[in-house]
Structures are given as C-alpha cells and as structure tokens.
C-alpha cells in the first residue's frame, strides 16, 4: 500500500487576505489607533513621515496618511495583503511597497515607524527579531519614534494594559510607565 501526499506551500495571507479585515482587521486597527492616539498626546510624538511595517490591508497606513497628513509607506511581504491595502487607500498620499521587514529599505528615512497587530511576533526567533528592529533602526531618522506591540510570555495582568518604554537612538532606555487602554 503506498500513499501519496500532496503538500501545497501557500503563502500566509493569501486566501484570507479580501476577508481579513471583516474577520480581524477592522477591530485590530480600531486598538491600535486608541492606543497611539493615547501615545501621541501622553509623550507629545511629532512626525512628519511614517512607515507602517507588516501593513496588511493597509487600514493604519491609511489613518496616518489622512488624520496626520503625512506621507506614509506601508511595508508588507504579501502581494493579496497589499492588493488591499490598495483598495483601502486609494489617491492618498501612501506608497505601499513589497518587501520583507527584517531588510526593507525606504526610499528616504521617515521619523514615525509603526508595527501593529503583533506584526513583530511573526518574527520566530531572536535572530529575525533584531534583524527586524535592525532594519526599522536603518529606516528612521535620529530622534525618531518605533510604535509596536508584540505578545510575550509575559503579559500584564489584565488584556487592557500594556507597556510604554521610551528609548534614546542608543538604545538606552530613558522612561518607563505603565498605561492602560481606556
């Protein structure tokens, strides 16, 4: 008796990709914007360019393009996930652009680098995690802001709190405080 087994590799977003935002991206986006807005007005951040690293479907890039009026680049490895993301924002001033973000290069540095919705838990060892944060670093001008979350095995107590750390451009922690999202 033999059997025959078919393996089809298929690449990650691409089936669900027209389907993601209705399944878990409206409400994901939806968190992330309350808790950078919550972050804008806490530390005061000012930019006048950004890049929104595992972009998905495009709906933060898009946010920032239009209630910050900045030029925004959404960076993701899936072509469905951008083909999106290009529906969602149209005519805007966001370049969407295929590349992965463990080595992604922009066209010019920007001064605001988000990664949303555990973007950064795709990474799946510590190795891509700093070539990941190595490239986000390559990416930003000096005095520049990298705005994350990312899921650990060490999670506050509650769903709704979260972390807020504050580095310098070395790297070298300057503030640490809790916040919780309202």
């Given at each position: 008796m033999?059997?025959h087994?078919?393996?089809r590799?298929?690449?990650p977003?691409s089936?669900i990709?027209?389907d993601?935002d209705?399944?878990?991206?409206?409400?994901?986006?939806?968190?992330?914007r309350?808790?950078?807005?919550?972050?804008?007005?806490?530390?005061?951040i000012?930019?006048?360019?950004?890049?929104?690293v595992?972009?998905?479907?495009?709906l933060?890039?898009?946010?920032?393009?239009?209630?910050w009026?900045?030029?925004?680049f959404?960076v993701?490895?899936?072509p469905?996930?951008?083909?999106?993301?290009r529906r969602?924002c149209?005519?805007?001033d966001?370049?969407f652009l295929?590349q992965d973000?463990r080595?992604?290069?922009?066209?010019?540095?920007?001064?605001?680098?988000?990664a949303?919705s555990c973007t950064?838990?795709h990474?799946m060892?510590?190795e891509?995690?700093?070539?990941g944060?190595?490239?986000?670093?390559d990416?930003?001008?000096?005095?520049?802001?990298?705005v994350f979350?990312?899921?650990?095995n060490?999670?506050p107590?509650?769903w709704?709190q979260?972390?807020?750390?504050?580095w310098?451009r070395?790297?070298?922690?300057?503030?640490?405080s809790s916040?919780?999202?309202?």
């Open positions: 033999s059997c087994c078919h393996t590799l298929v690449r977003y089936r990709a027209r993601y209705a399944i878990t991206g409206v409400v994901d986006f939806m968190r992330a309350r808790a950078f807005e919550r972050l804008v007005r806490t530390y005061g000012h930019f006048r360019s950004a890049v929104d595992g972009c998905g479907t495009g933060f890039a898009c946010y920032l393009n239009r209630r009026g900045v030029p925004v959404g993701d490895r899936s469905e996930m951008l083909a999106a993301a969602n149209p005519n805007l966001v370049c295929l973000f080595n992604f290069r922009l066209p010019w540095h920007v001064e605001l680098a988000t949303n950064l838990n990474l060892d510590g891509q995690l700093k070539h944060f190595r490239a986000i670093h990416n930003l001008h000096s005095g520049s802001y990298l979350d990312l899921l650990t060490h999670q107590a509650h709704t979260g972390r807020t750390r504050t310098s070395r790297w070298r922690r300057r503030r640490c916040t919780r999202e309202s």
